[in-house]
């Protein structure tokens, strides 16, 4: 069965430094998605691709968070510079992209922030 | 904007035990409602979905849930729970109009079987 394939699974990094985050969805899933998940939380939306477009990306924190997905496949998020309220679990979903799809989520990334 | 409310953070049951996990929801357009499930060490997987039509859906596993439009609940059954359920549960929702659909979480209920 297909998944979502994230890396890395861990990442420890020190406060003000940069971090980077990979994606790579269900083959042919036009939609993909970041979370963030604190601890305690239910996910939170990031953004949200078309293909290769922004669809959504009012809830991310544009001034530190930045993210691509550059040939509408794989898709990158980055941190610079990361805070210590930035460790959270990293998540991210694709979804074939048709109205009202399932979306089918990677194993995340864990990030502490130290 | 919309928003999930669980109400319920933590519960215990035996084997056997009827499970009804509550979930509601503030949105003042179309809905599409979701019930996902997180198992030890496992990723986020989905138990059951409605977008219209017959208000109660059967997902896997013998879960089953009913949208009450008029009391914008969503809430979560399984008659006879086993071990094996012992998991995170999350209610979501998104926009059903189409566009932008990321999907809106309740907190979880962490769920514990004891055999």
């Known amino acids: 069965e297909a998944e979502v394939a994230q890396s890395p699974r861990y990442k420890i990094t020190e406060k003000s430094q940069a971090v980077a985050f990979w994606c790579d969805p269900i083959s042919g899933h036009a939609t993909l998605y970041w979370y963030r998940q604190i601890l305690g939380q239910g996910p939170e939306l990031l953004v949200q691709f078309q293909d290769e477009s922004v669809v959504d990306d009012s809830q991310l924190p544009k001034d530190r968070f930045s993210a691509e997905r550059l040939k509408g496949v794989d898709s990158t998020l980055k941190i610079q510079p990361a805070e210590l309220g930035d460790s959270a679990m990293y998540l991210c979903?694709?979804?074939?992209?048709?109205?009202?799809?399932?979306?089918?989520f990677g194993p995340g990334t864990r990030l502490t922030v130290l | 904007a919309q928003s999930v409310s669980q109400h319920n953070h933590h519960v215990i049951l035996s084997e056997a035990a009827s499970l009804e996990l509550g979930c509601n929801y503030s949105?003042?357009?179309?809905?599409?409602l979701f019930w996902y499930v997180q198992y030890p060490g496992q990723h986020l997987q989905l138990l059951l979905k409605y977008f219209s039509g017959d208000p109660l859906v059967k997902g896997i596993k013998g879960f089953e849930a009913e949208f009450i439009k008029s009391k914008f609940s969503f809430n979560l059954r399984k008659p006879s729970v086993q071990w094996s359920d012992t998991a995170e549960y999350f209610c979501?929702?998104?926009?059903?109009?189409?566009?932008?659909?990321?999907?809106?979480f309740g907190k979880g209920t962490h769920l514990i079987i004891q055999p």
């Open positions: 979903a694709s979804s074939p992209g048709l109205v009202s799809d399932t979306q089918y």
């Open positions: 979501a929702v998104n926009d059903g109009g189409g566009g932008a659909d990321g999907l809106t």
């Open positions: 949105y003042g357009g179309t809905v599409n």
